[in-house]
């Protein structure tokens, strides 16, 4: 029960574009396609209710997330893996609050 009161109702739209990235980077053949079932669930719950311009960005954004990993070399593909592997795998295993507050910490400079 207090999971459920700390689940935010809907994600932002910024942490909507972030999951739709991480859905178009999961699928991508170029980088080795995983399971994205929680997140494919996570993204047709939270796309009703967008305003159009939210939608029409997010598949701008799948659409360059795709684009992107089609065209990586080997660095960026090293690059685009680990951010799979990072915040978007905790969007597909996590749901939303996990990823909603790993979202929110500030990352160090390096």
């Keep these: 029960s207090t999971a459920a009161l700390a689940a935010p109702t809907h994600l932002t739209d910024s942490?909507?574009?972030t999951a739709v990235r991480c859905q178009a980077l999961m699928s991508s053949a170029a980088l080795g396609k995983i399971d994205t079932g929680a997140l494919d669930s996570?993204?047709?719950a939270e796309r009703s209710g967008r305003v159009s311009a939210t939608a029409d960005r997010a598949d701008e954004v799948r659409a360059d997330a795709a684009r992107e990993a089609?065209?990586?070399g080997v660095q960026?593909?090293?690059q685009l893996i680990a951010e799979r592997?990072?915040?978007c795998q905790t969007w597909n295993e996590g749901g939303t609050t996990t990823a909603a507050a790993q979202m929110a910490q500030p990352t160090s400079a390096n």
């Design 15 to 17: 942490q909507y574009l």
């Design 42 to 44: 996570l993204i047709k």
């Design 70 to 72: 089609r065209h990586a």
């Design 76 to 78: 960026e593909k090293a």
């Design 85 to 87: 592997g990072g915040v």
